[in-house]
């Protein structure tokens, strides 16, 4: 997979030396953990590139530049969480400005925009933006901002990025995208005319369930210039030993997005074949209705499956009887998780657009053999 860059490095190869040359004095192959919270000057007011740790550290900038390599952006900025960074880029938009936003998104940023920036005066409109009308009839004159997932959290829908975005662009909108589930390993939104793109680390980036962490990737000029003075000035920045965990992450994250995709496809097609199962969504699958834009904009499908059970009870009794799935939030390591995203990640939904039905079980795939994971479905269903 060629990236963005134009020089010549793939993916998985960019993947462990962008930003991470030895260093210097000793020749350590991998980026020290500068573990301070501030910096000695050259003289007053003088410091050699940052004054206190808020505002930089070099193991973050290597994760930043890292980063925002394989995106295909001009920057990245990292954060000590995922809602952090969503957080500090509607902090850029005014009271008073609209935010169209996909009718299925992850719990945590409705709650953000709903219960924080809804009464700081954002406001904002849900819509399924697989719907051309339905998205054209929800923009204003004064939306600023749509917001994409895609695939999405939980139902894994898939959004035509490229023909959103242009209808965004003609509102005089910026576009947003969520590319947690599908890494740049598998999608490059900016490629697809995004004007930004945001991350919880958390996941896939870090890999192994042991960081939090968020991102945002843009080229956008304001963005780029507004972005640091709010990292600086707001706070929520990530410690060092987080961003040596995702820069480790990122080494491996091509070969265990195949790991994660070729599992999740195993797993899938189990599931549409059980007769217990009343309804599989995972965009690999040919009846997916947004099979054939996932496979134009992605390089395969991902992780993610998601499926339905004919009542609630057969869901929670089915996630509580996995072994090798662990019952918990979360999703993207390297351990295979299954959750019932109603009363768990997707709670803050409830009675809202967003909300999720309540037979709806949701996986994330890791790197186990699927054959193993199979069968602990097939003992769970059974």
Same mark, same amino acid.
């Given at each position: 997979?060629?990236?963005?860059?134009?020089?010549?490095?793939?993916?998985?190869?960019?993947?462990?030396?962008?930003?991470?040359?030895?260093?210097?004095?000793?020749?350590?192959?991998?980026?020290?953990?500068?573990?301070?919270?501030?910096?000695?000057?050259?003289?007053?007011?003088?410091?050699? #590139?940052?004054?206190?740790?808020?505002?930089?550290?070099?193991?973050?900038?290597?994760?930043?530049?890292?980063?925002?390599?394989?995106? /295909?952006?001009?920057?990245?900025?990292?954060?000590?969480?995922?809602?952090?960074?969503?957080?500090?880029?509607?902090?850029?938009?005014?009271?008073?400005? %609209?935010?169209?936003?996909?009718?299925?998104?992850?719990?945590?940023?409705?709650?953000?925009?709903?219960?924080?920036?809804?009464?700081?005066?954002?406001?904002? *409109?849900?819509?399924?933006?697989?719907?051309?009308?339905?998205?054209?009839?929800?923009?204003?004159?004064?939306?600023?901002?749509?917001?994409?997932? =895609?695939?999405?959290?939980?139902?894994?829908?898939?959004?035509?990025?490229?023909?959103?975005?242009?209808?965004?662009?003609?509102?005089?909108?910026?576009?947003? #995208?969520?590319?947690?589930?599908? =890494?740049?390993?598998?999608?490059?939104?900016?490629?697809? /005319?995004?004007?930004?793109?945001?991350?919880?680390?958390?996941?896939?980036?870090?890999?192994?369930?042991?960081?939090?962490?968020?991102?945002?990737? *843009?080229?956008?000029?304001?963005?780029?210039?507004?972005?640091?003075?709010?990292?600086?000035?707001?706070?929520?920045?990530?410690?060092?030993?987080?961003?040596?965990?995702?820069?480790?992450?990122?080494? *491996?994250?091509?070969?265990?997005?195949?790991?994660?995709?070729?599992?999740?496809?195993?797993?899938?097609?189990?599931?549409?074949? %059980?007769?217990?199962?009343?309804?599989?969504?995972?965009?690999?699958?040919?009846?997916?209705?947004?099979?054939?834009?996932?496979?134009?904009?992605?390089?395969?499908? /991902?992780?993610?499956?998601?499926?339905?059970?004919?009542?609630?009870?057969?869901?929670?009794?089915?996630?509580?009887? =996995?072994?090798?799935?662990?019952?918990?939030?979360?999703?993207?390591?390297?351990?295979?998780?299954?959750?019932?995203? /109603?009363?768990?990640?997707?709670?803050?939904?409830?009675?809202?657009?967003?909300?999720?039905?309540? *037979?709806?079980?949701?996986?994330?795939?890791?790197?186990?053999?699927?054959?193993?994971?199979?069968?602990?479905?097939?003992?769970?269903?059974?």
């Amino acid at each position: 997979m060629e990236t963005p860059s134009g020089d010549g490095m793939r993916f998985e190869t960019k993947a462990i030396h962008a930003g991470q040359d030895p260093e210097a004095l000793y020749g350590a192959v991998n980026v020290p953990i500068y573990q301070t919270s501030t910096y000695a000057q050259e003289d007053v007011g003088r410091p050699k #590139v940052w004054d206190y740790a808020r505002g930089g550290n070099p193991t973050r900038e290597a994760l930043q530049v890292a980063l925002a390599a394989l995106e /295909g952006g001009e920057r990245c900025f990292a954060f000590g969480s995922g809602l952090g960074a969503e957080s500090t880029l509607l902090l850029t938009f005014r009271p008073g400005d %609209h935010v169209v936003l996909a009718n299925d998104v992850y719990g945590g940023t409705y709650r953000l925009l709903s219960k924080v920036m809804g009464p700081w005066g954002l406001s904002f *409109t849900t819509v399924d933006l697989t719907d051309e009308a339905a998205l054209r009839a929800a923009l204003t004159p004064v939306t600023r901002l749509l917001w994409i997932e =895609t695939p999405s959290n939980p139902l894994l829908k898939i959004v035509d990025i490229a023909g959103v975005a242009a209808i965004a662009h003609e509102a005089g909108a910026r576009v947003v #995208v969520d590319n947690t589930f599908a =890494t740049p390993a598998l999608q490059r939104p900016l490629e697809l /005319g995004a004007d930004a793109v945001v991350h919880s680390v958390t996941k896939y980036v870090g890999g192994h369930s042991d960081l939090i962490g968020g991102a945002i990737v *843009t080229s956008d000029p304001e963005w780029i210039e507004r972005v640091p003075y709010l990292v600086n000035a707001v706070g929520a920045v990530p410690g060092p030993m987080d961003c040596y965990l995702a820069l480790r992450g990122l080494k *491996t994250l091509a070969v265990r997005m195949r790991a994660h995709c070729e599992g999740a496809r195993a797993v899938a097609g189990f599931l549409s074949a %059980h007769p217990r199962v009343t309804k599989v969504h995972y965009p690999g699958l040919p009846d997916h209705p947004g099979h054939d834009v996932a496979a134009r904009q992605m390089s395969d499908f /991902g992780g993610m499956v998601s499926f339905q059970l004919p009542t609630p009870e057969d869901a929670l009794e089915v996630a509580r009887s =996995t072994r090798v799935f662990f019952l918990a939030e979360s999703l993207g390591g390297v351990e295979s998780l299954i959750e019932v995203p /109603g009363p768990m990640t997707h709670a803050s939904v409830a009675g809202s657009p967003l909300e999720v039905p309540a *037979t709806l079980i949701r996986l994330s795939v890791g790197i186990e053999h699927p054959d193993d994971l199979i069968a602990d479905l097939e003992r769970a269903l059974g």
